[in-house]
């Protein structure tokens, strides 16, 4: 799995590597108990701070996405991938009512960002 960090973005480095972990997550790309990268070979790739890594590895663990296992590093869940499956399979449903319904993605994802007061 390849991780990338935009040093220019304003969006701090550790949530860059959270989001990119859970996209994977979410795409398949990454399985219940599929190993990151170790902290320091993943700082030392992208030529950032260890702790920044670990810093991204302790938001996931503390979403449920990865336990932290000394001596094996962050491993992802099972529940976790069990969770986004079931999250993308209702995803999937909204699209698909959604193109029935003749409202573009875009409406939709507006919906969703909408405060739940105000629906």
């Given at each position: 799995?390849?991780?990338?960090?935009?040093?220019?973005?304003?969006?701090?480095?550790?949530?860059?590597?959270?989001?990119?972990?859970?996209?994977?997550?979410?795409?398949?790309?990454?399985?219940?108990?599929?190993?990151?990268?170790?902290?320091?070979?993943?700082?030392?790739?992208?030529?950032?701070?260890?702790?920044?890594?670990?810093?991204?590895y302790q938001v996931l663990r503390d979403e449920g996405l990865v336990?932290?296992?000394?001596?094996?590093?962050a491993v992802i869940t099972a529940r976790a991938t069990e969770q986004?499956?079931?999250?993308?399979?209702?995803?999937?449903?909204?699209?698909?009512?959604?193109?029935?319904?003749?409202?573009?993605?875009?409406?939709?994802?507006?919906?969703?960002?909408?405060?739940?007061?105000?629906?």
């Amino acid at each position: 799995m390849l991780l990338r960090v935009d040093p220019a973005s304003a969006r701090p480095l550790f949530e860059q590597l959270a989001a990119q972990v859970r996209v994977a997550v979410v795409d398949g790309a990454l399985r219940s108990g599929e190993r990151l990268p170790a902290a320091r070979d993943l700082a030392e790739s992208l030529e950032i701070n260890q702790h920044t890594v670990l810093h991204a590895y302790q938001v996931l663990r503390d979403e449920g996405l990865v336990e932290l296992r000394r001596g094996r590093g962050a491993v992802i869940t099972a529940r976790a991938t069990e969770q986004y499956d079931r999250l993308g399979r209702a995803i999937d449903e909204v699209r698909r009512e959604a193109g029935r319904l003749g409202l573009p993605l875009s409406a939709v994802a507006a919906m969703i960002d909408r405060p739940e007061e105000n629906r």
